[in-house]
Structures are given as structure tokens and as C-alpha cells.
């Protein structure tokens, strides 16, 4: 089992920027960003094929949201640009998928505790 910890989460305006960071423990072979806001669903925000480089986004955040690693540092990062209120929602980091959509929270087998982002307007 990945041990993940996510950092960089906070409190920001709208049309500000955040970057939360994931640290893994162990072999990686893919990693996601999801978000959760009270009363919804999981909801993949983007993932990464760590030996590739491939990587995937939901609609809503192309263009503003970058998903990034550091091998040497085992940590994946979601750059998140031009933030909006409806960004806001608990943000997750997921490792490791052998199956299923990259969106789909319920294959993958590792998750992080969770970090808050507010978005203000």
C-alpha cells in the first residue's frame, strides 16, 4: 500500500492560483487529483502516468489546472491557475489504477487524507 501526503491547500480569491503537492511512499505507476465538495460525488480532476508523462484532465479545469511530478521527490503536483468558487471542495490524491477510467474514484488503491480548498468570489 502508497502512503500519500498531500500539502498546499488553503483559502484563496477567486482568479488566484494554488499548488497542492502529493508526496508518495512506494511504487507509483499512475496518479490522480480528485475533489469531493459537500453533497457530491469523487470527481477526477486530473491524472498522470507517472514512466510517461500522459496525462489526463476533466473538462472543467483544461486550460487552468496542470498535473506535474518530480521523480526524484516521488511527489505529483496539481498546479491549479484562475481558480473559481466552484473549484472548492476537499482535493484528494489517488495512486496506482489497474483499471476503470482514470475519473473513476472507486479503482484506484491508494488515497491520500485530503486538503481544503476554499475559492472566494
Known amino acids: 500500500q502508497v502512503q500519500l501526503v498531500e500539502s498546499g491547500g488553503g483559502s484563496v480569491q477567486a482568479g488566484g492560483s494554488l499548488r497542492l503537492s502529493c508526496a508518495a511512499s512506494?511504487?507509483?505507476?499512475?496518479m490522480g487529483w480528485f475533489r469531493q465538495a459537500p453533497g457530491k460525488e469523487r470527481e477526477g480532476v486530473a491524472a498522470m502516468y507517472t514512466r510517461s508523462g500522459l496525462t489526463f484532465y476533466v473538462d472543467s479545469v483544461k486550460g487552468r489546472f496542470t498535473i506535474s511530478q518530480d521523480v526524484a521527490k516521488k511527489t505529483v503536483y496539481l498546479q491549479m491557475n484562475s481558480l473559481k468558487p466552484e473549484d472548492t471542495a476537499m482535493y484528494y490524491c489517488?495512486?496506482?489504477?489497474?483499471?476503470?477510467?482514470?475519473?473513476?474514484?472507486?479503482?484506484?488503491?491508494?488515497w491520500g487524507q485530503g486538503i481544503q480548498v476554499t475559492v472566494s468570489s
Open positions: 489517488a495512486a496506482n489504477r489497474d483499471a476503470g477510467g482514470w475519473h473513476q474514484a472507486r479503482y484506484w488503491k491508494s
Open positions: 512506494g511504487y507509483t505507476y499512475n
